[in-house]
């Protein structure tokens, strides 16, 4: 019976692709969950870690020392809240493994390409489903400004990058 759970590692900043490689040359599972995105620069990487500074690791304590965890080169430790790890259920990876693959089939994060008065739908947090016109990459474009209408008036709304998408035009 395995006693192997998902946990959350998190990573020194820019530092996800070497601790990923670590544990997986050591024979640990893990997941690292990236998007294909499309630099204005040509230079600049093409994926993009869709939790910065984490990765799930898959393990059974017992067997490993989670203090092998924290001091492996780039990471920094489990994320635990109190004395307690923090724990992912294997469905949440499963949909999360989905969801990544949808973004990257569909052509991954596109945003770097918007232009002010796009139109965008917003498709997470708490104005998903609606319609936007965008505005503005703010601050190392990993949040946007949009303007939503909202009782008949225009008005800015900053959100994740990751949570719109560019509505097609016929």
Not at 6 to 32: C, F, M
Not at 64 to 91: C, E, H, K, M, R
Not at 118 to 129: E, K, L, N, S
Not at 138 to 160: K, P
């Amino acid at each position: 019976m395995s006693l192997s759970d998902w946990y959350v590692l998190r990573s020194k900043p820019h530092k996800e692709n070497q601790v990923d490689a670590r544990l997986r040359t050591a024979g640990i599972q893990t997941y690292y969950p990236c998007l294909s995105v499309k630099p204005v620069n040509p230079r600049c990487s093409t994926t993009r870690p869709y939790f910065p500074g984490y990765l799930f690791v898959y393990a059974d304590l017992d067997l490993i020392n989670s203090g092998s965890l924290q001091w492996l080169p780039g990471a920094v430790g489990l994320l635990q809240f109190g004395d307690t790890l923090a724990t992912v259920p294997d469905s949440f990876i499963k949909q999360l493994r989905q969801r990544i693959e949808q973004i990257n089939q569909a052509g991954g994060l596109t945003y770097n390409d918007l232009k002010p008065g796009d139109r965008v739908q917003i498709t997470g947090g708490p104005f998903a489903g609606y319609e936007a016109i965008f505005d503005t990459r703010l601050g190392g474009n990993e949040r946007v400004r949009v303007l939503l209408e909202i009782l008949g008036r225009l008005v800015n709304a900053e959100i994740d990058a990751r949570d719109i998408a560019r509505l097609r035009t016929n």
